[in-house]
């Protein structure tokens, strides 16, 4: 099983950019997908995730209104849209599959089983 994440870089404040992560070797679409983040020095923090069938979505209360998420099961697939970027924004983010017990457990690094290795946001002032 792997999750890879793509799409991550460089931005100057105000910018946009759209995170990636592509599942493999099994079938996710019974499972909710995600994103956390961790700035150096910092904790993982919550970023956004969404329910197995797509109807439910969450949100960090830093990204909100700014970032979107969502699936493509064809695909095996989750991105990040993320606009208005701002530097408090960089960090390494890494995408997550799991089956979070309720919606509490949604934004818990223990509701998921599946970590990705991770891309570098790099937001300049």
């Known amino acids: 099983v792997q999750l890879v994440e793509s799409g991550g870089g460089l931005v100057q404040a105000g910018g946009s950019l759209r995170l990636s992560c592509a599942a493999s070797g099994r079938t996710f679409s019974s499972y909710a997908l995600g994103w956390f983040r961790q700035a150096p020095g910092k904790e993982r923090d919550f970023v956004a995730s969404?329910?197995?069938?797509?109807?439910?979505?969450y949100y960090g209360d830093s990204v909100k209104g700014r970032f979107t998420i969502s699936r493509a099961d064809a695909k095996n697939t989750v991105l990040l849209q993320m606009n208005s970027l701002k530097p408090e924004d960089a960090a390494v983010y890494f995408c997550?599959?799991?089956?979070?017990?309720?919606?509490?457990?949604?934004?818990?690094?223990?509701?998921?089983?599946?970590w990705g290795q991770g891309t570098q946001v790099t937001v300049s002032s």
């Open positions: 969404i329910s197995w069938n797509g109807d439910s979505t």
């Open positions: 997550v599959a799991g089956r979070p017990w309720n919606s509490s457990w949604y934004s818990r690094t223990g509701g998921y089983d599946y």
